[in-house]
């Protein structure tokens, strides 16, 4: 573990109320911490300039500053303090401070903007706010600090504060992400030095108690979640191959309660899943078929169930793709890189659902043995696909276990994949690519994605767009030309999940990084665990 949560209560502590506010703030100082970290308001700023030399009314910074022997107000002449949103300051203890009162050695504030706007009561301000938090606690010598979550609410509710927790969890693991410290067999040395900041406490009061410590525990297994995702994902092809990811996905079998069960060739050729196997046959080495369960709810009940793209590097076959960046095709594992480390949050945070997780993996080599563009293949549906480019081969891969995962009787069946270069065109680095015929299921999980700032965008489905993936001599292409491109992957994939309801999340444009900041994002694990807490 390379950053550590949990929590302190301070059961009478509150910042709203005038009366409780400097004995709260007295005793949130005197925690013997490396940083008090505190968000304030546009009022609260207001009121410590307005009220220098008057001591007599109340407010945050006014009574945070008669407390620390002036320090706030003079950071303020300074200039270093200011109202506005996400604004950073950091105080450090000097002799003004007095030391049998005060034991933190700093205290950040944090500048929340003016909170009587509802704007910025919204989840994306305190996601700016509490990045550039996290930033300032990060990379420098403090290794802990006490973060009194209510003062960056003003809604009161626990809800609300157990959201900008775990937002704050996962950022805070973002910040502390480093490459292959968790993979045993990476033979390599750790390139990065670990971060100095290693443990993040999070103060509350008795009216979010519970809230924060269950937000914890969730935020915590989403971390460790995110970080194995973004681990598979960063790993060299050569080392994450399909078979390391069936190891890994067993290994966690041994670490939790997690049902993992991984086919072989052999099996796989015995379910007919005759799609899935064109892929693989380029390539030296084997395909695996990676189940996994978490039994977290009652025992009939059905199961949400994940399907991720495991290409472990996709070359584009005999339709070979062009040299430059090839190497991020290593990234094409990214759909299964999140549900395997979704699988591991939900069975680290005992989550009390059915959830069911499953990959096909395999590597997209041109050889003499590779599917050639014109090859007719049939799936495990009893379709037949001609295919006329080997570089769509994630639909292929995946159309098998779509089919496979109808056997689970399953309550909504969520594929995730790096399937189009033109879902990036459409919509960037920002927002994932959604494409459901299902309202509510497109509901929950833009609720979700925006719950976590792992967002989507809804994408068409519509049958005109089926025409495109016409074949003249099978029952459907597996290219429909470069109009619409995402959406014609999609109404590919569509034809396999008639038994079921289904979304697909199209996540090449957000599951890795290019250019100097490299590496996988983890996403979208946030989006995902998300939505499994909100369902009912
Ligand atoms: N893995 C790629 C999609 C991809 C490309 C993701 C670039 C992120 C960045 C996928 O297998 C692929 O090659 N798709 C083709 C489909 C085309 C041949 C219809 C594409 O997008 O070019
Ligand atoms: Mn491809
Ligand atoms: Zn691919």
Redesign the pocket.
Known sequence: MTIQFSTKIFPQADLQSAKQLSSSLKSLLTQNTDCLVLGYSQADFDGLISNKGNKSKSGLLTELDLLLGGSVSHAAVLGDLDGKQASVCLLRADKSWPANAVKAKRVLLLGMGDLKMAADRSLTTFSKVARAGLKALSGGSIENALWFAPSFTLSKTSEMIAQEVRLTIQYAGDHAYRFGVRQPTMKFKVKDKPDSFKHLIFAGNAACTAALKEAIEQGSAMVEGMHLAKDLGNLPPNICTPTYLGKTAQGLAKKTNLKVEVLGLKQIEALGMGSFLSVAKGSETPPQFIVMRHQGGKAGEAPVVLVGKG?TF?T?GI?L?PGEAMD??KY?MCGAASVIGTLYAAALMKLKKNVIGVVPTCENMPSGRATRPGDIVKSMSGQTIEIL?T????RLILCDALTYVERFKPKAVIDIA?????C?IALGHVHSGLFSDDDDLVNALTKAGHDSLDTVWRLPLDAAYHEQLKSNFADVAN?GGRPA?SVT?ACFLSRFTEKYKWAHLDI??TAWKSGAAKGSTGRPVPLLVNYLLEQK
Do not use: H, P, Y
Request: proline share 0%; aromatic share 0%; hydrophobic share 40%.
């Open positions: 290409i996709d584009g339709s793709k991020e095709m094409d480019n570089d769509a081969e994630g790096t399937l189009t270069g033109a990036v290219i491109g992957a090449a444009g």
